[in-house]
C-alpha cells in the first residue's frame, strides 16, 4: 500500500512540474521535493508495473520528466542529449539527505551505490551522464565512494553479498569511465 501511494504521490509531482514544459529551453530547475523522489525510487528500486513501458524502473521516467523529455516527439539521440543537460545543470542538486545513507545530503548516484542498486547504473548508462564530478557532501567522486564503501564492507567480513555487489559497481564504473578524485584534471 505505501508503494502504490508513492507511486501516485511521484506521478502527481512530477506531472504537476513537467505539465507545461514541451523544450529543452524552457525546461526549468525541479524544485527539492522531485529531487527527493528519486531517492526514494533508488531506495525502493520501485520497478514500473506498466509491461507497455519504455521503462523498466520509475526513476528513469522522473529523470526524463525532470528533463522535459517527450517520448512522443524525442528521438533516442534527443532524450541523451536533454537528460545530459538537465544532468549536467543540475547532478549537485540531485543529493539524498536520508537516516540511512551514511553521507549526510551525498549525490543521487552514491545513495544508489550505497543501496546496492546495481540495474541504476547500467540503465543510466545509455544516458552517458559524467560521474566524474566532486560531490560537495564529502569532497570526493563516485568511484572514491565506491571504493571506500567496498573497503568498509571488505574488511567487515559480516556481508560477503555487500562487498561483491559494491565490487561489481566499482568495476561497472571504471569500465565506463569513471575516475578517482585524483585523476580529475
Known sequence: MRKRILILSTQFLICTFCSAQSSKEDCPKPPPSVFSILCSQAENQAAVSD??????????????????????????????????????????????????????????????AQQRFEEFFEILKKYKLDYNFVDPADGNTLLDFVFAEWQKAKDAKSDSQKSFSLKRIHDFLRKNGALYKRELK
Open 51 to 112: 509491461e507497455t513501458s519504455p521503462y523498466n524502473y520509475l526513476f528513469e521516467k522522473t529523470i526524463e520528466e525532470m528533463a522535459c523529455v517527450n517520448r512522443q516527439i524525442d528521438n533516442d539521440s534527443v532524450i541523451r542529449v536533454k537528460v545530459q543537460t538537465w544532468w549536467n545543470k543540475y547532478h549537485n542538486d540531485c543529493h539524498c539527505n536520508r537516516a540511512n545513507f551514511v553521507l549526510a545530503d551525498g549525490n543521487l548516484l552514491k545513495y544508489a
